[in-house]
């Protein structure tokens, strides 16, 4: 795909959503990080129900602390893998207290050294929180860079890569969330819905329904 496709796609997608956000609810940092850490193979939805009950209680690193283990685990059990979760919570948020005082860093290294953090929830976080122009791949945004050619890869890191070198400056900082929107409401895992797609006339994808 070649750079005015790119920038015409991105055109596109910023004139529909001129300011695109995640659909976790959050207030600050700390809320964000911790909802992300829980949203790993969850629905925003279901991590929003959650944290909906547990933010007005606690969503400080200091307030989850005294919380405990226990108490974290009966606002997120109804989140998939919600045991591994509370404690990687839990050791986060010793780690916030002790070495950050209480705030979550704004650099790549030290959010990776946090317990349940990876480069795509600290890509999220560091985007979305900080307003840093990193992109997260997840499996919609992997997906969509495979398919329509925009930035095709092997694995999360080289897509990552190449969409960091080939969109436009002006839309690193809400690529991601373009991105992602497109693979969760319209090109869709099993049925792309080419029909009512934005970009189709310029998608190099060569099986449209």
Same mark, same amino acid.
């Given at each position: ?47 929003? =129900?959650?944290?909906? +009950?547990?933010?007005?209680?606690? #969503? /400080?690193?200091? *307030? ?7 108490? $974290? =685990?009966?606002?997120? +059990?109804?989140?998939?893998?919600? #045991? /591994?979760?509370? *404690? ?7 780690? $916030? ?113």
């Amino acid at each position: 795909m070649n750079k005015n496709k790119r920038t015409e796609i991105f055109t596109r997608w910023r004139e529909q959503n001129p300011k695109p956000t995640t659909e976790l609810n959050y207030q600050s940092p700390f809320e964000l990080l911790i909802a992300v850490i829980l949203s790993a193979q969850a629905t925003d939805v279901g991590v929003n =129900k959650a944290t909906d +009950k547990l933010y007005p209680v606690a #969503n /400080t690193p200091q *307030a989850i602390l005294d919380l405990g283990l226990a108490g $974290l =685990k009966k606002y997120v +059990k109804t989140i998939g893998l919600y #045991n /591994t979760k509370a *404690a990687n919570i839990i050791k986060t948020c010793q780690m $916030l207290v002790e070495q950050h005082g209480g705030e979550v860093p704004e650099d790549r290294e030290s959010l990776e050294a946090l317990p349940g953090v990876g480069r795509k929830t600290a890509n999220v976080v560091m985007n979305t929180a900080f307003g840093q122009p990193t992109i997260a791949v997840d499996t919609h945004i992997f997906r969509v860079s495979n398919r329509t050619g925009i930035a095709p890869g092997k694995n999360v890191v080289e897509v990552e890569k190449r969409l960091i070198k080939f969109i436009p400056d002006e839309f690193k900082l809400d690529a991601h969330h373009w991105l992602i929107l497109h693979g969760r409401y319209i090109c869709k895992a099993r049925n792309p819905d080419c029909q009512n797609c934005l970009i189709s006339d310029l998608c190099e994808y060569t099986k449209k329904a």
